[in-house]
């Protein structure tokens, strides 16, 4: 079992519509949680992250995280076009540097 | 601030060779990682240095390998390649400050194909 799933998709959105994006994980030790977004033929770029359970919100986005479940979502409200691409969850420790990856799924926004 | 960058960005190589690739943090980072992207499997690390020692090693063969120069910049060699090792390499620099989050600024990674 990997560490941290992820659905895949492809998910593919209208223009304006609420997207949600989930992954699941195994590890307890997990106390950061990232989530990326990579356009393609580009490098992952950070979005958000969060430290334990909790919400957080930036313009469009909102990560939730919920500890008891193993389960951090990230929604977007009023998705773009722009929005289209590769999301990436991550999930790291207190300790160490070593980052742990969903496999990322792939939304297309449709105008 | 430069951002993080990799060379070569396209590499095309043959069963049994052997390839190195380069990358150079974003400056003042010395943790470097390094991550095998593939769309069945994601990112997976391979491996991370800081302060010129591995500190994390992956779930990876020995063929895969690394190293960190004392201007934080980083190489890693695959040798005697096979097909599976077709892959999007990502290099990664951190600021590392200990028990902390510590933010992973990625580059635009090498496009390995073994042929």
């Known amino acids: 079992q990997k560490e941290v799933e992820q659905d895949p998709g492809p998910l593919s959105v209208p223009e304006g519509a609420i997207v949600s994006l989930n992954c699941t994980y195994s590890n307890s030790a997990f106390q950061y949680f990232m989530w990326y977004r990579q356009y393609s033929r580009k490098g992952p770029e950070l979005l958000m992250y969060t430290y334990s359970s909790g919400n957080k919100e930036d313009g469009r986005f909102t990560a939730q995280v919920d500890k008891s479940s193993k389960y951090i979502s990230l929604f977007i409200r009023d998705s773009q076009p722009s929005d289209s691409a590769t999301y990436l969850c991550?999930?790291?420790?207190?300790?160490?540097?070593?980052?742990?990856f969903g496999t990322g799924t792939s939304l297309t926004v449709i105008p | 601030k430069a951002g993080v960058t990799q060379t070569p960005r396209y590499l095309i190589k043959t069963r049994g060779q052997q390839v190195t690739l380069s990358c150079s943090p974003i400056s003042g980072h010395r943790s470097v990682s390094w991550y095998q992207q593939t769309p069945g499997q994601g990112l997976q690390f391979l491996f991370e240095y800081f302060s010129e020692t591995q500190r994390n090693k992956g779930n990876f063969p020995g063929r895969f390998s690394g190293r960190q120069f004392s201007n934080s910049r980083s190489e890693m060699n695959v040798s005697t390649l096979e097909l599976g090792d077709s892959a999007l390499y990502l290099c990664a620099s951190s600021p590392y400050r200990g028990s902390s989050y510590n933010e992973q600024f990625f580059g635009p990674g090498t496009r390995l194909t073994v042929l």
């Open positions: 991550a999930m790291s420790a207190l300790t160490g540097n070593q980052f742990y």
